[in-house]
Each structure stands twice: as structure tokens, then as C-alpha cells.
């Protein structure tokens, strides 16, 4: 007997149903993987320094403004902007949240600008130039937006991801350090039990000591975490700077809170401060000390 096309259509759906099944029934369509990628990081930096120095008031500025909002919400986070002035200066904070209520809340933070000038050049003639902030605003960032799409969505914490701006515009007139940070910290209703910033952490050749200011019990979580990853040649237990940064307004508010930076870098505040001299395994390893640090905190 000849068969139909209606009854052909009809097996082959039945089949397609029983593969689904048995590829459920043998774990075939395993559960999502929840893993940092440090070369999606990495193009992360690249994506902002192809916008340009992104220093308060310019173009560059206002499109890391919108690309950070695109990522974070199509990674699924709630997105605030806080919109307020410091020193006749606009500032403006992206504040990604995953909300939790009643659970402990943590804020990740990292600085989107980068600098006017780049006042510690060794060419005076390129001084006046803005800082293209590869490692110094962008390699932050990156981890955070990479952290927003890989962390898992069921964490039994609250988690803010804070994009801070204004922080890099300290020693030039008519500016000070930390604007972003400050406001956010005096404006905002926060009750964080852990809060870390991340600052110039893709130095291909990253070494992070413990900063001073920093609260020791939380710094210890971290460098711990780390040690535990393989990763204690790159985060040193010693003590080396003390660091006026993000997590200042913090800490003086008594939030515990840590600056995981890595000072030792060469062209800060320089124009050589571009995308040669940040490294995806840098990035990685950072990226994943935080995300096991987050998916353990209890």
C-alpha cells in the first residue's frame, strides 16, 4: 500500500519526539554549563577601546554607557541607572542587579572611564592625551560583563554589578577621585556584607598584592579562593600599597569591602596603556576566582 504524506510527516515526528527522549533519559541535554570564558573577556576589552578613550562627556563615554546596558540586560540582570552631579560634573552609574530578596547582597564594582590626560607619560608631548585604558578602566569591566552572562542565575545571594564612573579624574582641575563611588555609596540603599573592585586586573603580567585599606577577612576569602584554583603566584598574600579606589566610600561607610588591583603596572596612566598589554589568561584568572568565590559564599 502506498503511504501518504501525512502519514510519512506523522513517523518522522514521532521520531524526532523518542530522540528527544531518550537523549533527556541518557543526559544527552545536559543542565547549562555556568563557566567564566576569559576570551569572551577578553573581546570585551577590545569592544571598549574600539569606541576610544571613554572620558566623562564624550561620545565614547556614552556608547560604553549603552553597550554595558545592552550586555547586562540581554544577560538577563535588572538595570538601574543612577544619574546624579558631583562637582558641576554629570555622573552616571550602571547598577545591574540579580535580586534576592532577604538574602545577603553583594556588589561587584568596576570603573568604565578612563582618563583625560596621561600625566605619567615619559613623552611630555603626550601628556595632554587621554589614556586609552585598556588595563586601567577597561579590563574591569570586561570581567564584569563576562561574570553577568556566567554566573549561575540560582545563586542564594543578591548580586549587584556596579559600573562606576568618574573614578580615574583625580589631580586635574575641577575634578576629584572616586566621584561615581562616592555618590553611589551616599545615594543608594545598600546593606552589602561583602563588596570587591575590580581595577587594572589584566596585566599580562599580573601579580595582585593585598592592599592595605582593604577589610582582611574578605580579602582573605578571596586570595584564599585563589590559592585554591592554582592560582597563588598571581594573587600574593603581602601587604604592598595602600590605594584611595572605589572601595574607600565603602569601607568608610563600614561595608566590608576589597580592592583587588594589581598596582605594579608599568603604564598606568600612559598612552602605552593599550590592548597589547592585557591578556585573556589574566582576565581568566581573575574572572574565575570571583565566580567561585561568588557561587561558594555563604
Known amino acids: 500500500m502506498k503511504k501518504s504524506p501525512f502519514h510519512a510527516l506523522a513517523l518522522l515526528i514521532i521520531f524526532l519526539i523518542s530522540g528527544l527522549l531518550i537523549s533527556d533519559w541518557f543526559g544527552e541535554n545536559p543542565s547549562p554549563v555556568f563557566r567564566f570564558d576569559k576570551t569572551r573577556a577578553f573581546k570585551e576589552v577590545e569592544v571598549q577601546l574600539s569606541?576610544?578613550?571613554?572620558?566623562?562627556?564624550?561620545q565614547a563615554h556614552q556608547a560604553t554607557i549603552e553597550y554595558i546596558i545592552e550586555q547586562t540586560q540581554n544577560a538577563g540582570w535588572q538595570l538601574e541607572l543612577h544619574q546624579t552631579q558631583r562637582m558641576g560634573h554629570p555622573i552616571t552609574n550602571v547598577i545591574a542587579k540579580r535580586l534576592n530578596p532577604g538574602a545577603k547582597q553583594i556588589i561587584l564594582g568596576a570603573h568604565y572611564d578612563s582618563r583625560f590626560f596621561s600625566d605619567?607619560?615619559?613623552?611630555?608631548?603626550?601628556?595632554?592625551?587621554?589614556?586609552p585604558g585598556a588595563n586601567d578602566g577597561a579590563s574591569g569591566v570586561a570581567v564584569l560583563l563576562e561574570l553577568a552572562r556566567s554566573l549561575p542565575p540560582d545563586l542564594p545571594i543578591e548580586i549587584w554589578l556596579v559600573f562606576f564612573d568618574a573614578e580615574d579624574q583625580g589631580n586635574i582641575a575641577g575634578w576629584d577621585w572616586i566621584l561615581g563611588s562616592r555618590a553611589f555609596v551616599e545615594e543608594i540603599t545598600i546593606n552589602p556584607t561583602a563588596v570587591v573592585i575590580l581595577d587594572?586586573?589584566?596585566?599580562?603580567?599580573?601579580?595582585?598584592?593585598?592592599?592595605r585599606n582593604s577589610d582582611p577577612q574578605l580579602a582573605n576569602?578571596?586570595?584564599?579562593?585563589?590559592r585554591s584554583l592554582g592560582f597563588e603566584k598571581y594573587f600574593?598574600?603581602?601587604?604592598?600599597?595602600?590605594i584611595l579606589d572605589d572601595h574607600t566610600p565603602f569601607l568608610e561607610r563600614g561595608f566590608?569591602?576589597?580592592?583587588?588591583?594589581?598596582?605594579?603596572?608599568?603604564y598606568w596612566h600612559t598612552r602605552q596603556d593599550t590592548l597589547d598589554k592585557v591578556s585573556a589568561e589574566s582576565l581568566g584568572i581573575i574572572g574565575e576566582t570571583i565566580h567561585h568565590w561568588l557561587t561558594a559564599y555563604e
Not at 605619567?120 to 589614556?131: C, E, I, K, S, Y
Not at 600574593?236 to 595602600?242: F, H, L, N
Open 256 to 266: 566590608p569591602a576589597v580592592d583587588v588591583i594589581d598596582f605594579d603596572y608599568a
Open 120 to 131: 605619567q607619560d615619559a613623552d611630555l608631548l603626550q601628556r595632554n592625551q587621554p589614556v
Open 236 to 242: 600574593i598574600p603581602q601587604y604592598k600599597y595602600s
Open 51 to 58: 569606541f576610544g578613550a571613554r572620558t566623562p562627556g564624550s
Open 221 to 226: 576569602q578571596i586570595w584564599e579562593t585563589a
Open 200 to 211: 587594572m586586573i589584566g596585566d599580562a603580567d599580573l601579580n595582585i598584592y593585598l592592599e
